[in-house]
């Protein structure tokens, strides 16, 4: 079993930015920010692999930077530019499934956190 730690910080206004953190309780292949907003599907955000290969939805390419601290298994998510629709609620999400055959994390994932709640407003 792996344990997630959610937290977030940041101006969470229109055009501001925030940044997301998981801390895990071991190591895993990959570590991944997916979000759901109300009547919506739950969208993947970013995932990044062992070797620290980021991977970004269109919704948030260019305004996303996402890194992992192997030392202590934990992942960061920036975004800037917040726009409305980027309010959702946010889980952290990680697994051992590398995906495809360009490790690119899009296989399963175990283990999810609680979620956290983001919302921008205008």
């Known amino acids: 079993q792996v344990r997630l730690v959610e937290s977030v910080g940041g101006s969470m206004q229109t055009g501001g930015s925030l940044t997301l953190s998981c801390a895990a309780s071991?190591?895993?292949?990959?570590m991944a920010w997916f979000r759901q907003a109300p009547q919506k599907q739950r969208e993947a955000v970013a995932s990044?692999?062992?070797?620290?290969?980021?991977f970004y939805a269109d919704s948030v390419k260019g305004r996303s930077t996402i890194s992992r601290d192997n030392s202590n298994n934990t992942i960061t998510l920036q975004i800037t530019s917040l726009r409305p629709e980027d309010t959702a609620m946010y889980y952290c999400?990680?697994?051992?499934?590398?995906?495809?055959?360009?490790?690119?994390?899009?296989?399963?994932?175990?283990?999810w956190g609680q979620g956290i709640q983001v919302t921008v407003s205008s």
């Open positions: 990044i692999n062992p070797a620290s290969t980021p």
């Open positions: 999400a990680a697994g051992d499934d590398l995906g495809t055959f360009l490790n690119d994390c899009r296989g399963q994932f175990e283990y």
């Open positions: 071991r190591f895993t292949n990959c």
